[in-house]
């Protein structure tokens, strides 16, 4: 019964990146109101200006040349983050909300902060795994900073990605156990794409630590987070949606003005990794 359920659900996944395939981003944003109208390039309009330096490549001169291009960005604090994620991820069906990634709930966007029943900023990358906290760099960048309930955040912990547990309270889906969670399935791929984008952006230079993806589920506060084999699973079953791709061209757009190179490129996780 996996089998068929996972056969069935990578079916879906694919048909639904084929209707996708053909919209532009203003097409993707068409329904969400926004103060930001996201530019009408296509992702073969950036292979030929942003990711000139990288197309063709594959292995370590494909992440090099990557980590080259998605490390010209600009930085945001902490308090910054806030405001950000309100116009990143926007309910496009209600303007004035956010929807949480783990659990899939639409929340008012002024129920920010850090109390039962607020949303708060959760790192996908947990800023324990190389420690880095919440200082300018790693610890705000938005392309894995995402909003949560602040149970279902703490629910998480710093807690590597791995398949199988137990539901919990608003859980949408998403599972854990004692060292591992595994998100709800729509944004399984997102996960694993902002954990890719990680990886690639913070090589040890600047000051920052040197993030890397492994296959354990028990890496503490080392630079490391896992698990490989099922990130890889992950960003081919859950393809990039149109929630994702506009997300990632508003932060390109309007704040950090660089791109998660695998939302454009999921292909290249496997030319990678």
Not at 107 to 112: D, F, G, H, L, P
Request: aromatic share 8%; proline share 4%.
């Amino acid at each position: 019964m996996l089998a068929i359920r996972i056969r069935r659900r990578r079916a879906a996944a694919l048909a639904t990146a084929a209707v996708l395939t053909g919209l532009a981003v203003p097409s993707l944003a068409a329904n969400t109101a926004t103060a930001t109208s996201p530019s009408a390039k296509t992702t073969a309009d950036y292979d030929d200006t942003y990711y000139k330096d990288a197309v063709g490549k594959t292995g370590d001169d494909l992440k090099a040349s990557l980590h080259t291009i998605i490390s010209d960005q600009t930085k945001l604090s902490y308090d910054a983050v806030w405001d950000a994620l309100k116009t990143t991820d926007q309910d496009p069906a209600d303007s004035g909300s956010v929807i949480l990634l783990y659990s899939g709930l639409s929340r008012s966007k002024s129920s920010n902060g850090g109390d039962s029943g607020d949303w708060n900023r959760e790192h996908v990358w947990a800023k324990s795994h190389g420690d880095f906290g919440t200082a300018t760099g790693p610890g705000t960048d938005i392309h894995h900073l995402r909003p949560e309930d602040v149970t279902v955040n703490s629910v998480r912990g710093n807690k590597d990605f791995d398949d199988g547990g137990s539901a919990f309270t608003d859980s949408g889906g998403s599972l854990t156990d004692s060292d591992s969670f595994e998100p709800r399935d729509a944004v399984k791929g997102d996960v694993a794409r902002m954990i890719f984008y990680m990886a690639v952006r913070y090589e040890g230079g600047e000051g920052f630590p040197d993030l890397e993806v492994n296959g354990s589920v028990d890496n503490g506060s080392n630079p490391y987070i896992g698990k490989l084999s099922v990130l890889k699973t992950w960003n081919d079953e859950d393809p990039p949606d149109a929630f994702e791709e506009r997300r990632n061209q508003v932060i390109y757009d309007t704040y950090q003005h660089n791109r998660n190179p695998f939302v454009d490129h999921p292909e290249w996780v496997g030319a990678i990794w």
